[in-house]
């Protein structure tokens, strides 16, 4: 079974920056991703990327002040988050996409999932 470990998060004020890493096993993967749920919300997608080809995807709510990044030899998942608010408060989950099934937008469509860690912005 494929390994899913995420850490980085932490609480800021507004307008601070968090970067969260995440560390999967196997190299195989068609993409990652990360999902973001907070108290009574729906878990939501935040931003994904192909694991050949590079192409991102990242969700309106978060464009201009998110990044995500990863490097292929490490199988390293990265999210850069800068200009945080407090809209961004929540748990954030590293997802595999390991099976392509249409979406890397789709929580549906992702087979492995870390424990996640919080993210708490402060106004």
Same mark, same amino acid.
């Given at each position: 079974? %494929?390994?899913? !470990?995420?850490?980085? #998060?932490?609480?800021?004020?507004?307008?601070? *920056?968090?970067?969260?890493?995440? /560390?999967? &096993?196997?190299?195989?993967?068609?993409?990652?991703?990360?999902?973001?749920?907070?108290?009574?919300?729906?878990?939501?997608? %935040?931003?994904? !990327?192909?694991?050949? #080809?590079?192409?991102?995807?990242?969700?309106? *709510?978060?464009?201009?002040?998110? /990044?995500? &990044?990863?490097?292929?030899?490490?199988?390293?998942?990265?999210?850069?988050?800068?200009?945080?608010?407090?809209?961004?408060?929540?748990?954030?989950?590293?997802?595999?996409?390991?099976?392509?099934?249409?979406?890397?937008?789709?929580?549906?469509?992702?087979?492995?999932?870390?424990?996640?860690?919080?993210?708490?912005?402060?106004?």
């Amino acid at each position: 079974q %494929v390994q899913v !470990i995420e850490s980085g #998060g932490g609480l800021v004020q507004a307008g601070g *920056s968090l970067r969260l890493s995440c /560390a999967a &096993s196997g190299r195989t993967f068609h993409g990652m991703g990360w999902f973001r749920q907070a108290p009574g919300k729906e878990r939501e997608f %935040v931003a994904s !990327i192909r694991w050949i #080809g590079n192409i991102t995807y990242l969700h309106d *709510s978060v464009k201009g002040r998110f /990044a995500i &990044s990863k490097d292929n030899a490490k199988n390293m998942l990265y999210l850069q988050m800068n200009s945080l608010k407090p809209e961004d408060t929540a748990v954030y989950y590293c997802a595999v996409n390991a099976f392509y099934k249409g979406s890397y937008e789709n929580a549906k469509f992702y087979d492995y999932w870390g424990q996640g860690t919080q993210v708490t912005v402060s106004s």
